[in-house]
């Protein structure tokens, strides 16, 4: 009987929740000063990433044929892409429109004038060095839209880690000072959270009258500085 009811007990115990058996942790209390430092760090890097929108817009009397009229002017755009170089794995279609224009007149009823079809890809450069020259060489094949470039750094990690660093030295700068000013001195770290980062990526417009002139002159994009940063909120006792 008795080996009958230990086997029963643990049954028991087996079929209850583990959130039932978990016990809850002791919270250690604090003797001094609850300290609360926000602090971020930052680094500088040269971007190696170059995103690029780049359409085609056309007009017909028909939508067939606005369609057919787009599909093989794009056709021409994508394959200078991949003439550049550009891998396939860094196009990628963003959006195909098809839309009616109508001529309106006040107090009739708007006329049918044509079809307007646009057709854009993302484009990915991963030699920002070359990016205006096949810039120019798609506004040469019949690119007519083109948005960006979007600098951005392809793997941050690294750097989002020495930005990290920077964020604990400044917190722990923050939390000396503190303590110098108020006659006591820096304790344990209570806790540490991270709150946003990442590199901060900044457009180059080549839109309207930009476009219109890159076709007789030599675009060129300079990568310039971005700034990684990480925020994190760390408590600290202050004895």
Do not use: C, H, W
Request: proline share 4%; charged share 20%; glycine share 6%.
């Amino acid at each position: 009987m008795i080996r009958l009811a230990t086997m029963a007990s643990m049954l028991a115990l087996a079929a209850l929740p583990a959130a039932a058996l978990a016990q809850p942790m002791a919270i250690q209390a604090i003797s001094g000063t609850r300290l609360d430092v926000v602090a971020t760090g930052e680094v500088n890097r040269v971007p190696d990433i170059a995103l690029i929108s780049a359409g085609v817009v056309t007009r017909a009397a028909t939508a067939t044929m606005a369609l057919s009229q787009n599909a093989q002017q794009m056709a021409r755009v994508v394959a200078a892409l991949r003439r550049a170089g550009v891998a396939e794995r860094d196009i990628q279609t963003s959006s195909i429109n098809l839309n009616p224009e109508y001529r309106y007149v006040e107090n009739q009823t708007p006329v049918l004038t044509g079809y307007q079809a646009s057709n854009q890809v993302s484009v990915r450069f991963r030699n920002i060095a070359e990016s205006g020259a096949i810039l120019d060489a798609l506004v040469a094949q019949g690119a007519n839209q083109i948005n960006g470039p979007s600098l951005t750094i392809d793997k941050p990690e690294t750097a989002l880690d020495e930005a990290r660093r920077d964020a604990i030295a400044k917190a722990r700068a923050r939390a000396e000072l503190y303590a110098q000013a108020t006659g006591k001195r820096v304790g344990r770290m209570l806790s540490i959270s991270e709150g946003g980062g990442g590199p901060r990526p900044y457009e180059i417009m080549q839109t309207g009258r930009m476009m219109a002139q890159a076709a007789s002159a030599d675009t060129k994009i300079e990568p310039g500085e971005q700034t990684l940063s990480v925020t994190i909120n760390v408590s600290y006792e202050l004895e």
